[in-house]
């Protein structure tokens, strides 16, 4: 069964702190994703990978950096994090770039940034 | 501005009858959408397609019809299930590999028994 985690459901964080999201597929997916949900805006693209090392920007990547140094694990960075970036972050996996390919989520970590 | 619309935030609809999920879209370059359903603390999952090329695509009660000319689809369930209670994302890219998904805001369908 495909699956794709990510290292903590909740979390809560001062302004100014150096947060670390985690996500770890199972797949063998060659592409991995960062995304956040808000309200009315729906999820938005962060970044993503499509293999070791690579990254690409999405469409909000300021004040996010990414890391992917396996292929299992996609981990996203906040340098210094703002309240602005309370948010729900969700990570998903492809097999294939291409948007015939459908993308397998993690359940989301629930970022409060005071 | 939002390229993927969906305009109605929630939908209430009684067991049995038939929901209809709308969703526009201003690019006239995207080739192929998606409808993701999410349950409350979970991922969203992929739940139903339609290329272009294709004017409906059915699976078991869940039907996508498009109208390109419109830039319209909809997301037909018949009938509903209380199970079908979830926030529904319409999606849609364009036809390349290089081509990312947009998401819709998304619309929280609620199924009465």
């Known amino acids: 069964d495909v699956k794709v985690t990510q290292s903590s459901r909740y979390l809560v964080k001062r302004t100014g702190e150096k947060v670390f999201l985690e996500c770890v597929q199972d797949?063998?997916?060659?592409?991995m994703f960062w995304y956040r949900q808000d309200p009315g805006l729906g999820l938005r693209l962060i970044y993503f990978s499509y293999d070791v090392k690579m990254k690409e920007k999405g469409d909000i990547p300021e004040g996010y950096s990414v890391s992917r140094e396996k292929k299992e694990r996609f981990s996203l960075i906040l340098e210094s994090a703002s309240t602005n970036q309370t948010s729900m972050y969700l990570c998903?996996?492809?097999?294939?770039?291409?948007?015939?390919?459908?993308?397998?989520f993690g359940p989301g970590t629930r970022l409060t940034v005071t | 501005d939002q390229q993927v619309k969906q305009n109605s935030p929630s939908l209430s609809v009684q067991e049995g009858r038939i929901s209809i999920l709308n969703c526009d879209y201003t690019n006239s370059m995207f080739d192929y959408f998606l409808w993701y359903k999410k349950y409350p603390a979970e991922g969203p999952t992929f739940l139903i397609s339609i290329s272009s090329i294709k004017d409906k695509n059915e699976d078991g009660r869940f039907t996508v019809f498009l109208n390109k000319s419109a830039k319209h689809l909809s997301l037909h369930i018949v009938p509903s299930q209380p199970g079908d209670s979830a926030v529904y994302f319409c999606?849609?890219?364009?036809?390349?590999?290089?081509?990312?998904?947009?998401f819709g805001p998304g619309t929280s369908l609620s199924v009465i028994p």
């Open positions: 999606a849609a890219s364009g036809k390349t590999s290089y081509d990312k998904v947009i």
């Open positions: 797949m063998d997916h060659e592409n």
């Open positions: 998903a996996s492809s097999p294939h770039l291409g948007p015939s390919y459908e993308q397998y």
